[in-house]
């Protein structure tokens, strides 16, 4: 596979709607939300943002893999944040 570099395809506007809001951006604005099969779907639907670290790190750990570690830091603290606030029952945190 050939090593894929992430700002050939993407922008800085991508970056801040794929982090911020994941499921939003992947349904929108890639094919594999489409293409990646009942797992694929299950990834979306339940861990958005561990989905986005993992496809990150498949594409783009060759060419730049301080994004893909910046992917994964999103991807733990934002999983984390949101069982948080679904636990507290909290829809939105303003602190």
């Known amino acids: ?4 570099i992430f700002w050939n395809y993407h922008g800085l506007v991508f970056l801040v709607c794929i982090a911020l809001f994941p ?9 594999i939300s489409i293409l990646g099969g009942p797992l694929m ?7 958005p943002h561990i989905t986005v670290a993992i496809l990150a ?3 783009y750990w060759s060419s730049n893999p ?3 570690i910046i992917a994964w830091f999103f991807a733990l603290s934002g999983t984390s944040v949101e069982s948080k606030c ?3 029952g909290i829809g ?3 602190r």
């Open 57 to 59: 790190t498949h594409f």
């Open 23 to 31: 499921r939003l951006t992947m349904l929108l604005a890639t094919s």
């Open 66 to 68: 301080i994004l893909c």
């Open 41 to 47: 779907f299950l990834g979306w639907l339940f861990v």
């Open 86 to 88: 679904t636990k507290k």
């Open 92 to 94: 939105v945190v303003l």
């Open 1 to 4: 596979m050939e090593s894929l």
